[in-house]
């Protein structure tokens, strides 16, 4: 087929679309969880918010290094065309196997699960076990349990794959409403927690004391928190004016999200004592049970049902794009390429992802497979980051409409940063990162095979 007559994407998202998807992808469940982990590395508030800083900071600088990348190269797929320019074919398929079979199906799955779990305080009977698969599937070598909250999951994923189906400028204004919807739930969370919170008496001393691998591991728990800011690079090529539009959202939706935790931190520290966020399970909901008791706590899972809603949303219509940029380039299923004629979204891949995710939703095995791939993201991450630099040498007639803020200083912080993550994740869970180099691995004779096929087109 002549290329020029394929139907293409519509570049129909503009600014707050874009924008809203950096924010609302980023900030899902972790807001309402994280700090618990947090105290209990670092043992003192001051840490804490240290840390946000930190991580904060490092994934500002790796928005800004992608700024570059997203300005001069605003391609479906994101990473996928960064890392195929930078380091050739191999790296950006291997980013697409990965994003399609584990990152971004996983977090699809855990996202809904994750929203069926908080829809269960409101509705038990979503947790309810119907039926028992009677082989060694589920944990610890059980029976695999399937719950109607599964079911529920699964429809709603669904859901949102046909709200995205028809047509990208559907899925980017409900992506604007339920952001807006989000980020103003949240800011009532802070205003009653600063403006209405009784704030605690000083607590003495610190918990634990400080040591370098709680601050690591706090900062990894940061940088989870912080993940997905990276999302709109992937709908590139369907930003209006890209090299303007998609640095304005990198940067300034990722520095939204700053703002956003450190206020969120300061006002769950203003009414609880670190003890209490310690010993907690739900730090947002503890805050505001002490101020609006029960209701407090129904007012914190319906803006965490909210939150997570934007973020799966989010994921979808970004991630969808990534194994249709290899398809449409010969390194994936050919189907999974296709553009709708009259939606000019692609269908297809759309489909395929969000049918996955509910395998995975059903298997249980989300999280698993999720944990696995941690070690290897961040290689590829890291990567993307150094192709800035790469770049730079490999291709200075390029055009940069927009060039990194302190380059090269920026983007080598966010390597470290990386690199710094990478080592830690391996030696927290060497089997895991075996596992997951493992796992994208098995994709290389799929690449050898298209490649072939490729060649011979």
Known sequence: MDPSSRTELKRDL???????IVVGTVIGSGIFLVPKTMIERVGSV????????????LSLAGALSYAELAAAIPEAGGEYAFLREAYGPLWGFLYSWTQM????????????????????NFFAPLDTVFYRVPLPLGPHGGPLELRYGQLFAI??????????YFGVKLGG???????????ALIAFIIVAGLGFGEAHAPAAGTLSPLTFTGFIAALVAALWAYDGWNNVSMVSSEIRDPQKNLPRALIAGTAAVIGIYLLANAAYFHVLRADEVAGGTRVAADMMRKILHGGGANAVSI??????????????????????????????FSAIGRVHPRHH???????????WAALLVLSGKYDDLFNLVIFASWILYGMTAAAVLVLRKKRPDLARPYRTVGYPLVPVLFIIGAFVLILSTAFDR????????????????????????????
């Open 345 to 355: 979204t692609p269908s297809v891949s759309i489909l395929a992802l969000s049918a």
């Open 173 to 183: 204004n409900v992506q604007v409403a339920v952001t807006a919807i989000k980020v």
């Open 430 to 457: 060497p089997r895991e990162s075996l596992m997951g180099i493992a796992l994208i691995l098995l994709g290389l004779p799929f690449y050898s095979y298209w490649r072939k096929k490729r060649r011979e087109a």
């Open 303 to 332: 803006a965490a049902m909210i939150s997570i809603f934007a973020a799966l949303n989010g994921s979808i219509l970004s991630g969808a794009r990534v194994p249709y940029a290899a398809a449409r380039q010969g390194y994936f």
């Open 46 to 57: 001051p840490m804490v918010f240290a840390v946000w800083v930190v991580g904060g900071l």
């Open 155 to 164: 429809g709603l994923i669904f859901a949102l794959a046909w709200l995205n």
């Open 14 to 20: 503009g600014t707050w679309a874009a924008m809203s």
């Open 101 to 120: 079979w584990v990152a971004k199906s996983g977090s699809i799955a855990t996202l809904a699960t994750g929203f069926f779990l908080y829809l269960s």
